[in-house]
């Protein structure tokens, strides 16, 4: 018999179902973007600037006469992306370095690990701060600094899984039977080290888009114009004590998609443990 | 002293050299050319040479860090390439502002964090932990320049109760202590919670309350302090965090501490200072964490073995 949906969504913890609400919702957003947005999120109009909400305009226009709530549901395609982007590189990286580092050990691990612990010394956004400044603001160079600070998570936790797994005694039985390194670590040991990483990965996208918002609200992210929402609350914050509404919104869709994915980590983790 | 807090000291050195020698590289690497800068967009190519020349930055990279080296362990940073000021100068004028406001968030944090997490862990799964639950998780979701923004546009604009932006008196403080204190604070709180219920569950725990100890002074004298190390812990590896917020901050605040200095020298190119800057951010997340072990040590006889 199968199980009643409602049956089995009560025994699922609270956070995993307003997690994946929040995050299906921001997938969605930005899968039908042109369809739900009034106005074209880059057209200006010079005569219509920071309108009060409206039914033509549900979050008011900014400086520029931009809507407000078109170019906040054209930026969850940017927030998707740098999630995306960010915990794939950064979580394929990483993984694969501690990994490597566990299995053979000795002087390769511990150098491994010695560049890990000096890249972990830095502040996050002082290393993303340095990089971007040697290769110019723009969005594909804000992940790449992003994921470079976020590879020393994945390297430990890898690392630790490896230790561990490797005493396991199906790894043992494998090792006697003649497996090489490599069938070791792509059989044995990663997929079962899959589960953790994926509940870190889940745990890091929420920072991934508060340092991506940070860097562009600094400017030195996407490009001025760009609908994206760090960069939307930079031009709204020139315009504190005439109009809130342009820094407000965009603000409020970065703290839903955040807490969204912090949820849904929290979630996985609590259904992971169980 | 244990043999890992003996060996992050030794280590200490070594990583401040990588690092610097990293950075120094790195830092000379960037696109745009300060020299032009400064000798102004009319400048000819030989006055842009001789601007070159007494910045010492036609000589090879080698020789360029090995004088870097040099002053930097006699304290002298080199000097500002837009302000013509000494680096260390600079960094010193700018230190004491960045810390005060770093304590004051700490301060908050630690003040809503250890009692908070304290009353959730007492009393688990009850009305308050479900708050308190809510309440850090979107707290550690709102990015800090939005909450920077609403309190600017409340106490400032609308009710006029505190000044705008810089660090003019006491009242400045207020605002941007409390958005740096919001991450902190729902990391802080979650791990004295996690730590509280694990400390809990142990046998004196139950040795105590079955002899009648009174609940505050079971929660205060036999469990908080057993709770405290992996929170300590957590301070020092959040530092880092915490200095990334504090640029963010300080920009938004116009707080002229180092996140501040940090933002207008990448804007000018001005190599030292970039350079001062992350090795002081580098050399205090380190220092923190060494603080932090060295402190649990301290107060927990169990990591003092090796």
């Known amino acids: 018999m199968t199980v009643p949906f409602r049956a089995l969504a009560s025994r699922l913890p609270l956070s995993l179902l307003v997690g994946m609400v929040l995050t299906t919702f921001l997938v969605v957003g930005a899968l039908v973007a042109p369809l739900i947005s009034p106005a074209d999120p880059l057209s200006q109009d010079l005569y219509a600037t920071f309108q009060p909400m409206s039914w033509g305009h549900p979050f008011g226009t900014d400086a520029f006469g931009r809507d407000v709530f078109s170019r906040i549901v054209y930026g969850t395609r940017y927030s998707l992306a740098e999630v995306c982007i960010s915990v794939l590189v950064s979580c394929v990286a990483g993984t694969l370095a501690g990994m490597l580092a566990g299995l053979v050990g000795g002087y390769v691990e511990q150098a491994i690990m010695w560049v890990v612990d000096i890249v972990f010394a830095f502040p996050g956004i002082v290393l993303a701060l340095l990089i971007l400044s040697l290769l110019g603001p723009g969005f594909i160079n804000m992940l790449l600094a992003i994921s470079l600070f976020s590879i020393p998570v994945y390297a430990r936790l890898a690392q630790n899984l490896t230790h561990t797994l490797q005493r396991t005694e199906y790894v043992e039985a494998a090792r006697t039977l003649g497996a090489g390194t490599w069938r070791i670590l792509y059989v044995h040991i990663m997929r079962n080290a899959l589960g953790p990483i994926l509940v870190q990965s889940t745990l890091t996208a929420g920072s991934v888009i508060l340092t991506a918002s940070s860097l562009s609200f600094l400017g030195l992210g996407v490009a001025p114009a760009t609908p994206e929402w760090g960069a939307m609350m930079s031009d709204g914050r020139n315009y504190l004590g005439i109009d809130i509404l342009p820094s407000l919104f965009p603000g409020l869709a970065i703290t839903i998609a955040v807490l969204g994915f912090n949820l849904l980590g929290e979630g996985v983790r609590k259904v992971m443990e169980k | ?304 073995r090796i």
């Open chain 2, 1 to 304: 002293m244990n043999a890992r807090i003996i060996n992050k000291m030794l280590m200490l050195p070594v990583v401040m050299l990588v690092v610097s020698f990293a950075v120094f590289v790195a830092v000379r690497h960037l696109p745009g050319d300060p020299a032009r800068m400064l000798a102004g967009p009319a400048a000819t190519q030989d006055a842009v040479d001789a601007v070159h020349h007494s910045l010492g930055l036609d000589r090879p990279v080698m020789q360029q860090y090995g004088g870097f080296m040099r002053g930097a362990l006699a304290g002298d940073l080199g000097v500002s390439i837009e302000s013509r000021q000494p680096v260390g100068r600079e960094i010193a004028s700018h230190f004491p502002y960045t810390l005060l406001l770093g304590l004051s968030a700490y301060a908050l944090a630690l003040c809503f964090g250890i009692p908070g997490g304290l009353a959730a862990a007492m009393f688990q799964d009850g009305v308050w932990d479900r708050i308190f639950m809510g309440i850090t998780i979107v707290l550690a979701s709102v990015p800090n320049f939005w909450f920077a923004l609403l309190l600017m546009e409340l106490f400032s604009v609308r009710l006029g109760l505190l000044p705008l932006m810089g660090a003019h008196s006491w009242s400045s403080l207020l605002m941007p202590s409390l958005t740096l204190a919001l991450m902190p604070m729902a990391l802080i709180g979650r791990m004295t919670r996690a730590s509280m219920i694990a400390v809990l569950s142990r046998d004196y725990i139950r040795t105590a309350r079955a002899k009648g100890v009174g609940l505050m002074r079971l929660c205060l004298r036999h469990a908080l302090p057993n709770a405290l190390p992996p929170v300590i812990t957590v301070i020092g590896m959040n530092l880092g965090s915490v200095i990334g917020g504090a640029v963010v901050t300080e920009t938004v605040f116009g707080w002229p501490g180092l996140g501040h200095l940090m933002i207008e020298a990448v804007r000018w190119r001005d190599y030292p200072v970039i350079e001062g800057v992350t090795l002081v951010a580098v050399l205090s997340v380190i220092l923190v964490n060494l603080a932090a072990d060295i402190l649990i040590s301290r107060i927990d006889p169990k990591a003092r």
